[in-house]
């Protein structure tokens, strides 16, 4: 049962350099998102999206970008990193909206950049 | 617009003591209301959910939370904490107007059971 899984799980970037985040959900799930987690700030959504193609900003989403080309496949990119986008990153899906239906989450990416 | 608050960041209670974690929403519609609960270096775990019907939802590991209209809130409970219940708690909002699909979620309140 792997759920939803994230990769990486830690890594350190230089400022200006990009990275990729993949998450992959094996339940078939139509929504994913993208959520940072920042101390006493709960969890903000960066992007989600809500089918394979579809994509929409949240509440965060400046200097990132995403994309779902497969229906298991949310990427979390970053073009240049900045030390404002040191967090702990969590992908979720759900079958439905996020509101009706419990999502479920990865294990999390610490990112620092330096 | 939809946001939720949980006004305190720790809870320390006695383990054998009931617990409760605060929540407090604002919708303009009907709330859908979540609790989650994380462990360290964990993602979040779904706890329980008010969707409609009883004020008081069961969920997992012995937690139940109270949704109140009046007062606008849906505090955790349960009757005798464990250790193990430590952990970060997150309460969760979705209104049933509007076009937001996403979820809001509060700060989180650091739960401690003390042995």
């Known amino acids: 049962n792997a759920g939803v899984t994230q990769t990486p799980k830690f890594r350190v970037l230089k400022t200006g350099q990009s990275m990729t985040l993949l998450c992959a959900q094996d339940?078939?799930?139509?929504?994913m998102y993208w959520y940072r987690q920042d101390p006493g700030m709960g969890l903000r959504l960066i992007h989600y999206?809500?089918?394979?193609?579809?994509?929409a900003k949240g509440e965060v989403p400046d200097g990132y970008n995403v994309s779902r080309l497969k229906k298991q496949n949310f990427l979390l990119g970053l073009e240049s990193a900045a030390p404002s986008q040191t967090s702990v990153y969590f992908c979720?899906?759900?079958?439905?909206?996020?509101?009706?239906?419990?999502?479920?989450f990865g294990q999390g990416t610490r990112l620092t950049v330096v | 617009a939809q946001s939720v608050a949980q006004p305190e960041d720790q809870v320390n209670v006695a383990e054998g003591n009931p617990l409760t974690v605060k929540c407090t929403y604002s919708?303009?519609?009907?709330?859908?209301l979540f609790w989650y609960v994380q462990y360290p270096n964990r993602g979040l775990q779904f706890l329980l959910k008010?969707?409609?019907?009883?004020?008081l939802v069961k969920g997992s590991y012995g937690f139940e939370a109270e949704f109140n209209k009046s007062q606008t809130s849906f505090h955790l409970k349960k009757p005798s904490a464990l250790v193990s219940d430590s952990a970060l708690y997150f309460c969760?909002?979705?209104?049933?107007?509007?076009?937001?699909?996403?979820?809001?979620f509060g700060s989180g309140t650091q739960l401690t059971v003390l042995p």
């Open positions: 979720a899906s759900s079958y439905g909206p996020g509101g009706r239906t419990e999502a479920f």
């Open positions: 339940m078939n799930h139509e929504y």
């Open positions: 999206s809500v089918g394979e193609g579809t994509t």
């Open positions: 919708v303009s519609g009907n709330p859908y």
């Open positions: 008010y969707i409609t019907g009883d004020n």
């Open positions: 969760a909002v979705r209104d049933s107007l509007g076009s937001a699909r996403q979820l809001t």
